[in-house]
């Protein structure tokens, strides 16, 4: 069985892993009222999805 002869440094193995970061999050302006809102979600701040009110919006 394969054993490595050397122990990964810290830089090798940060190296590798570079590329497993979270991807950002999507923002997009909603057509309503213009906050920044998710994709394909009802609207927090209106409550509105696809041009029609699908929820009452939160009282602040």
Known sequence: MAVPKRRTSKRK???R???????AIALQACPQCSSPKRPHRVCEEC???AGELR???QEA
Do not use: D
Not at 17 to 23: C, D, E, L, W, Y
């Open 13 to 15: 193995k940060r190296a």
């Open 17 to 23: 892993n570079t590329h497993k970061a979270a991807p």
């Open 47 to 49: 409550g509105y999805y």
């Open 55 to 57: 929820v009452a919006a």
